[in-house]
């Protein structure tokens, strides 16, 4: 039998020409079970990331990859600013920044 939502209990959005539902987390859980989904995360992934946990991935990075703030930021071409900013989670790097930061550390994990 199908599970039928009832039309009080979500909204529908439409952003840039795309519809969307927005419904209550219970019932979006109950419909997409998350159960497949591990808890460790192996690559990062901005997306599902929250900041702080993207934060503290980048950092773990550079320290395995034994590099100072400063070596990375010029490997990466980023203001140390920006990676200091980036590492204690102060702000959001856009997803050319971590690709950035990554290809720059891969070269240090990965020789």
């Known amino acids: 039998m199908k599970s039928k939502i009832d039309p009080t209990t979500y909204q529908r ?11 209550p987390e219970e019932e979006f859980n109950r419909l997409a079970p998350m159960s497949h989904i591990t ?13 702080q ?5 980048l950092l773990k990075r550079r ?5 100072t703030q400063k070596k990375l930021a010029e490997i990466a071409e980023i203001r140390v600013e920006t990676l ?3 590492e204690k989670g102060r702000t959001t ?3 050319a920044t971590i690709r950035k ?5 891969n070269d240090y994990l990965n020789p």
């Open 93 to 95: 790097p856009d997803f």
């Open 53 to 57: 946990r993207l934060a503290d991935r």
């Open 101 to 105: 930061l990554v290809n720059a550390t």
């Open 39 to 51: 808890t460790e995360i192996d690559e990062l992934n901005a997306i599902n990331m929250s900041d």
């Open 13 to 23: 959005v439409c952003l840039g020409g795309t519809w969307y539902v927005i419904l």
């Open 63 to 67: 320290l395995k990859a034994n590099l």
């Open 84 to 86: 200091n900013r980036i």
